[in-house]
C-alpha cells in the first residue's frame, strides 16, 4: 500500500520561511518524480514544483521561481520544499505528488499517480 505524507506546514509572517516534507512509502522512491502541487480557497489546485526521479531536474511555477526550492534524498523516500520569502498569495493546502512523468516546462494533475492529503500553509501579512 502506498502512502503518501507531508509536514511542515504552520502559519508564518510574510517574508518568512517553511520546509515541508513528504515521505512515500510502499513504491519504488527512485522509480518517480515528486511533485508539490496547492490549492487555495475558491480555486484550482495547481503546480508548485517538480523534481525529477534522478533528482538533476527541477520544474518550478513562475509564481515561486527564485523563493522556492525542490529537493529530494532517495535513501529516506523523502522530497523536501524550502519556502523562502513567503507571500499572503502563497496561503494554500499543499499536496505532496508521485508520479512516473516528469515535464520540463509545466505540471499536470494526471501525470501522478499517489498524493498525500495535504500540509496547510498560512501566511499572514
Known amino acids: 500500500q502506498v502512502q503518501v505524507v507531508e509536514s511542515g506546514g504552520g502559519l508564518v509572517q510574510a517574508g518568512g520561511s517553511l520546509r515541508l516534507s513528504c515521505t512515500a512509502s510502499?513504491?519504488?522512491?527512485?522509480?518517480?518524480?515528486m511533485g508539490w502541487f496547492r490549492q487555495a480557497p475558491g480555486k484550482e489546485r495547481e503546480g508548485v514544483s517538480c523534481?525529477?526521479?534522478?533528482?538533476?531536474?527541477?520544474y518550478y511555477a513562475d509564481s515561486v521561481k527564485g523563493r522556492f526550492t525542490i529537493s529530494r534524498d532517495n535513501a529516506k523516500n523523502t522530497v523536501y520544499l524550502e519556502m523562502n520569502s513567503l507571500k499572503p498569495e502563497d496561503t494554500a493546502m499543499y499536496y505532496c505528488?508521485?508520479?512516473?512523468?516528469?515535464?520540463?516546462?509545466?505540471?499536470?494533475?494526471?501525470?501522478?499517480?499517489?498524493w498525500g492529503q495535504g500540509t496547510q500553509v498560512t501566511v499572514s501579512s
Open positions: 510502499g513504491l519504488t522512491f527512485d522509480d518517480y518524480a
Open positions: 505528488a508521485a508520479g512516473h512523468y516528469y515535464r520540463a516546462h509545466t505540471m499536470r494533475q494526471a501525470d501522478f499517480d499517489y
Open positions: 523534481i525529477k526521479w534522478s533528482g538533476d531536474l527541477t
